[in-house]
């Protein structure tokens, strides 16, 4: 009888024991941690601050998925450290999010990237229901799409932000792959549900590869996947995590006309971020209708030298000729030279809402 050989790491029940060790090693670290958080969180109230800072947070997590040296990829580091940063947060105080739901919509996993599973994820019908959400101190935060690289602004989310200004406190942007989902080979395929977004990034892929499919919209791409689940022949644009949720199989993957599709979300709600000095600030506002209104203010832009970074104009309500602005550039507004930026067009504005200054964030997932 010949002996079975144990690799050079030693034998599975040394390496089994080894492993062991290193869990219970790590629950000590985890729960050491969420004790000095608390710590934290209680020296800073008595001294008047805030319990947590998001915006030192996310900087701890840059920092610490940086000096990671592998086997586990930046990836895998950020989805473990964002739980744990989430769960322990809760310890200090529970933390409402308000997203445009369903779950496994494209800004759950944008909620889910800043904040973490272990937050209270409250799903809302419509855009306008996170705003409102904070507005009435029904969530802590909210989070809302605001751009998209392919079909540009979201307008439902403008709109609110002229009705109902709400102070912007961070971003994610959230790498876009859209997936074909469904029960069924693409040959059987004869209906796509999607949201009309999800529907025009793959515009190209669907007349290559889907020609006679009838195109069917949704306000959501989950309640898609949720149909194509129970209907027989249909199918999903969605996120994979819709439907590994609806136990929906990857038709095709990954078939978004353009690769670098990202859409950037804004976080509402919350304390302002103190200066990073990487930041951007975002501002809203209205001009007199008359000729040199808006080279004006872009000469102020220019003569403090902001870079703009985002810039979009939204037609005003119940007018057919007015516009409201939306800018956004580099720098904090604490610091002295967008101080003075912001008196001058405070002269030249009928309406100036400085909505945020926030840290730069970079594309994920």
Not at 141 to 163: K, Q, Y
Request: charge should be positive.
């Amino acid at each position: 009888m010949t002996k079975k050989k144990t690799n050079s790491g030693g034998s599975p029940a040394g390496v089994q024991k080894e492993i062991q060790r290193l869990d219970r090693e790590l629950l000590k670290v985890l729960n050491s941690r969420a004790v000095a958080v608390q710590r934290l969180a209680k020296i800073r109230q008595n001294g008047g601050g805030p319990l947590y800072d998001l915006t030192e947070e996310q900087q701890s997590l840059a920092e610490l998925v940086a000096q990671s040296k592998g086997p586990l990829d930046e990836r895998a580091i950020r989805n473990v450290m964002r739980e744990v940063l989430g769960v322990v947060r809760t310890l200090v105080k529970p933390v409402r999010v308000a997203y445009l739901g369903p779950k496994y919509s494209y800004s759950h996993l944008a909620a889910i990237e800043r904040f973490g599973d272990g937050p209270d994820l409250t799903p809302v019908a419509t855009i306008k229901a996170v705003f409102e959400s904070i507005h009435f101190n029904q969530a802590n935060f909210g989070i809302v799409p605001i751009e998209n690289s392919t079909d540009g602004r979201i307008i439902d989310t403008l709109d609110m932000f002229a009705r109902l200004p709400t102070r912007i406190t961070g971003e994610v942007q959230l790498a876009i792959h859209h997936y074909l989902l469904g029960k069924c080979p693409r040959g059987e395929v004869v209906e796509v549900y999607s949201k009309p977004q999800a529907l025009s990034q793959c515009r190209e892929w669907l007349a290559k590869n889907l020609p006679e499919a009838k195109q069917i919209e949704l306000t959501s791409t989950a309640v898609a996947a949720q149909i194509a689940a129970d209907k027989p022949g249909a199918a999903a644009i969605a996120s994979q995590e819709a439907g590994q949720h609806y136990g929906l199989t990857v038709i095709d993957a990954a078939i978004e006309d353009n690769k670098s599709n990202v859409t950037r979300f804004a976080i509402i709600g919350g304390e302002q971020p103190s200066r990073t000095g990487r930041d951007k600030t975002a501002l809203m506002f209205e001009i007199p209708h008359k000729p040199g209104s808006l080279a004006d203010v872009m000469g102020i832009f220019k003569r403090g030298r902001l870079n703009l970074t985002w810039i979009e104009s939204f037609p005003m309500r119940n007018s057919k000729s007015e516009y409201v602005f939306f800018v956004e550039f580099e720098g904090h507004q604490s610091e002295t030279r967008i101080k003075k930026s912001l008196d001058a067009l405070a002269r030249k504005t009928t309406r100036l809402e400085v909505l945020g200054s926030y840290p730069r964030s970079e594309p994920v997932g």
